[in-house]
């Protein structure tokens, strides 16, 4: 077909005439005629002596808006009121009592065409939906806001994050001390800061990262992280924390993570404010040195290996390990007592707020045991720390190993709480 076909020209269905040609009949044919509009103008007539309506006011000129004023709020559309001798709307509920709409009656309006009499199932779409007195369409509902969400905090939360977090010192002191130094950034915290909110405010926290930490957890909050963890999978290789959030924590995801490797249900929280009253500091433990990394380092993969049960090393060769022990030398948070380039006695701290510090990775030589070097070894970290670090210590140890427990009680710790840990 040409684009004279378009314009009027040939047509393509044979044996009828053009649109154009055809135009003036069908126009005549929807004239009204003059008779009919004159009897429909002495009606109108009739009908405004019978009911006078005033004059209408010549309305005022429209003012010049100012392009810099903001724009006016659009009137909302008042309902009319109902004229005597019209079909009475059906209200869905009562005026009043219980049921009743706290905005009025809702009704419903009595429509024409296909829709009429089918009342709420009329609408083909919607089902049992109600209408608006307006019109045909269905009132849309405004959705249920839940009391409580979960999601990914980011940088902008951080005084939120950190009033909770500082609310307990003493058992958040591994992840406050993360997030102090780095912030929400996922890349600069190593993992995400989940929050569970409720009422809309901030009251739980959840680390995700190497390990799984739930902080300050409510019941309903540990529930929402556990829904969170099943669906993200398992990228941690522990859960620690708070005994009872944490047992809560392991009883809802034990069945999609498990069997862990190990679980250590009691690990006694112990703390301390003043120095060892009755145990004299070794004066042979201090600082590691930075050049001094070589000797440190098996004394550091010893140790590791005999508490967690696998070795650092195995993975990416020891590279992340390596690195946080480095990290701690350089911060001056690493002592140890070294005799003919062996370690005797080491210990960090690992996390170090300026409300807390926390001691790991309490070692002796297996040689040495025996010897006493736990406690006034201890002694001289906890002097390191009170005077240099912060006002508390705290560490945590399992259950099991009496020996240590009651040598930190000689020191001065007293235990305060207690941690669970689970371990993949």
Not at 123 to 138: F, I, M, V
Not at 145 to 167: K, Q
Not at 242 to 256: I, Q, V
Request: hydrophobic share 40%; glycine share 10%; net charge positive.
């Amino acid at each position: 077909m040409g684009p004279a076909a378009h314009r009027g020209g040939a047509h393509r269905f044979p044996g009828r005439a053009p649109f154009r040609a055809r135009a003036p009949a069908v126009r005549a044919s929807l004239r009204v005629p003059r008779a009919v509009v004159a009897r429909g103008a002495r009606r109108m007539d009739a009908a405004a002596c019978l009911h006078p309506q005033p004059a209408a006011e010549t309305p005022a000129p429209a003012p010049r808006l100012d392009p810099a004023a903001p724009a006016p709020l659009a009137e909302v559309p008042q309902a009319s009121p109902v004229e005597p001798g019209a079909p009475p709307f059906e209200p869905d509920r009562p005026p009043g009592g219980a049921g009743a709409s706290p905005h009025g009656p809702v009704r419903r309006a009595r429509t024409a065409g296909p829709l009429a009499g089918r009342g709420r199932a009329g609408h083909p779409l919607c089902g049992n939906a109600r209408y608006s007195a307006e019109t045909d369409r269905p009132l849309v509902r405004p959705p249920v806001l839940t009391h409580t969400t979960t999601r990914v905090l980011e940088p902008g939360d951080l005084g939120a994050a950190l009033a909770i977090l500082e609310s307990e010192p003493v058992s958040n002191a591994f992840v406050t001390a993360r997030v102090q130094a780095a912030g929400l950034d996922p890349w600069r915290l190593g993992g995400e800061m989940w929050g569970w909110y409720d009422e809309g405010r901030l009251r739980s926290l959840c680390y995700a990262g190497a390990n799984l930490v739930p902080i300050c957890a409510t019941p309903d909050a540990v529930r929402a992280f556990a829904d969170r963890a099943r669906r993200t999978g398992r990228r941690c290789s522990s859960l620690v924390g708070p005994a009872g959030p944490t047992a809560h924590l392991w009883r809802l995801l034990e069945p999609s993570w498990g069997p862990a490797r190990d679980v250590r249900r009691h690990q006694p929280l112990m703390v301390t404010d003043q120095p060892a009253a009755h145990v004299e500091p070794d004066p042979l433990v201090r600082r590691v040195r930075k050049d001094e990394m070589d000797v440190i380092m098996p004394a550091c993969v010893a140790m590791f290996t005999e508490e967690v049960g696998v070795s650092p090393m195995s993975g990416d060769g020891g590279l992340l390990y390596q690195a946080r022990v480095a990290e701690l030398v350089g911060a001056g948070r690493s002592f140890a007592r070294i005799e003919d380039g062996e370690v005797v006695f080491k210990a960090e701290i690992g996390a170090a707020t300026p409300q807390a510090c926390q001691v790991q990775g309490v070692w002796v030589a297996p040689e040495h045991r025996g010897r006493g070097l736990s406690e006034t070894g201890m002694a001289a970290v906890l002097r390191y720390a009170l005077a240099d670090i912060a006002p508390v210590v705290s560490l945590y140890v399992n259950d099991y190993n009496a020996p240590a427990r009651a040598a930190y009680r000689r020191v001065g710790f007293r235990e305060v709480g207690a941690f669970m840990s689970v371990l993949f």
